[in-house]
């Protein structure tokens, strides 16, 4: 690999942002921060006289926090409650409580109705008030590299689950296959997969199905983790 090549990489990496539990310890999933980011913003769009600013989604607790059923990617955040923090800009046709109330109710609703992110706090911080109301901005959707399937197994199983629109490979590869020492003399053989899921799905309900069919894809009843990178 080229310098200019894994310069390009790394860059990309980083803009995946943090990679969020996904649902609860047992689920194996989770989702870089970026995906669910663009869940939430599409979300507040459907508000008038609001502008959302900056939006960062991590841990409410680092020590509240449980072990993973599977081995997580590179980095992840550990299971655990979420908080989200939010700037916002907003007219002054609503009370600005009011206003507040809507865009922590939108806020929390996407990310647990519509992806399964177990948000417990919504911190907000009002920046500016509007005169008038805000232009749409346009959305940062994320578009990691895309892998085709191939003769994978895997991959075939993981694309063969409703919801899923594609393979990702924002981590190096979409099928990540290696053997991990376990508790017996045998190794055990651990798939890491990484997927876009259409948004109109949940994306937790897709990446469980995602770890169902994987699993039955390989003899051994392997662990699987499944890495969301794009939800739409």
Known sequence: MTADRWAGRVR????????????????????A????????????????GVRLDGLRIALADPEDVHDPAVPPPP?????????????????ADEPLPATAALLRAALATA???????TVTEVDLRVTSLLDEEPEAAPLRQP????????????????????GVIGLTAALGRAVQVEERQGGTALPRRHVRVEVAVDAERRAVEVAR?????????????PTVAVLVTVVG
Do not use: M, N, Y
């Not at 980083?14 to 609860?24: A, E, H, I, K, N």
């Not at 921060?33 to 008038?48: K, N």
């Not at 980095?75 to 007219?91: D, K």
């Not at 578009?143 to 694309?159: F, I, Q, R």
């Open 12 to 31: 990309h990496q980083l803009g995946l942002g943090r990679l969020l539990p996904l649902g609860g310890a047992h689920d194996g999933a989770w989702i």
């Open 33 to 48: 921060e970026q995906a669910a980011e663009a869940v939430l913003r599409r979300a507040v769009r459907e508000l008038s």
């Open 75 to 91: 980095s992840a955040l550990p299971p655990g409650p979420l908080r989200v923090t939010a700037e916002f800009a907003a007219t």
């Open 111 to 117: 990310a647990t109705e519509r992806l399964g992110l």
């Open 143 to 162: 578009e990691p590299a895309s892998a085709g399937a191939g003769d994978d197994p895997v991959a075939g199983a993981a694309l063969s689950v409703p």
């Open 209 to 221: 199905a995602v770890r169902r069919e994987v699993g039955k894809a390989l003899p051994g009843r």
